[in-house]
């Protein structure tokens, strides 16, 4: 006799069970999102190029942002770097919404007159919310246009009241390893650390970053927050922030102690500069489709009025 039992098979066994998690999830909030939406969101939320998330919106900064035309969400919250949730491009989107976002908090420290430690609502309360199109250009030759929604991290540093001390400033991440595969791994050394100059980290263009495209930021492209820093490769651009440290000596970043010769502390954007293992003079727009030509990378990510003055006189062969 035969029975069915043997012939089924969970869909937790097709599938890694976290990949199959986070697409259960995905369809959860996709049922929610169209039980509210009335039957006319039914194909909507069905559609993978529609936002989902909390609502999170922001008037658009001009100023600060490129009239090209943004990616796709797919695009930007599917093809990720990540790397305490693996190194392929779709582990983050697979294992980031098991990170655990409440309660969140960010201690700030250092070389500052009013060290404090904020929690995520205060933070997003701290200045007024903008939204940013940015290009992001990562040290893979890709790149995106991205709508991040946050104001400048200058904001927040003010509050701090830095010391004459304060040449520097140091990000450090979330690392919670249970839920973070690549963590296990060991694939860089952990946290996750990088910094930047402190008259980088005030520039306007310096972003602290709590949404994209009109959402809280998705898990991962670094809930609650982030910074982003435009002319800078991608690597430069913190994700999911803990801790903010002001101090005089520059900070060795996970990348420079993973690989010295090939990620300097600058990290700007230079196609005159090659990665030591591949070039870095054009890139790949991400859904510009297989056979779009490539564009050619400009200084400073296309930023060079607004910041190339912040290194007059420096060697950027040197200070890559
Ligand atoms: N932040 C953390 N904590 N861990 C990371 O692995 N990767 C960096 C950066 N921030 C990374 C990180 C790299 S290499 C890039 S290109 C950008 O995040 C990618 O951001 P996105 O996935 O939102 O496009």
Known sequence: MRTTQGSF???????????????????QQAALGSLALGAAGLARAADDESPVGPVLKAPLDARWSTTEKPNG??????????????????????HAGRMALQPWAVKIDGAVQHPMTLDIDDLRRLAPLEERIYRLRCVEAWSMVIPWIGYSLSHLLKQVGPTPDARYVVFTTALQPDVMPGVRQGILDWPYTEGLRMDEAMHPLTLLTFGVYGR???????????????????????????HIRLQSEPPVTSWMRAAPREYGFYANVNPAVPHPRWSQATEQRIGSGFFAPRLQTRPFNGYADEVAALY????????F
Not at 9 to 27: A, F, Y
Not at 217 to 226: D, S, T
């Open 9 to 27: 098979i969970p869909p937790s066994e097709i599938t890694p069970e976290s990949v199959w998690i986070g697409r259960r999830r995905w369809l």
């Open 73 to 94: 969400w797919r695009d930007i919250t599917t093809y990720n770097n990540f790397y305490e949730f693996g190194t392929g491009k779709g582990d983050p989107s697979a």
């Open 216 to 242: 809280e930021l998705p898990a991962q492209n670094g809930a609650p927050l982030r910074v982003i820093v435009p002319w800078k490769y991608g690597f430069k651009s913190a994700k999911s922030l803990v």
């Open 312 to 319: 007059a006189g420096m060697d950027l062969r040197q200070n």
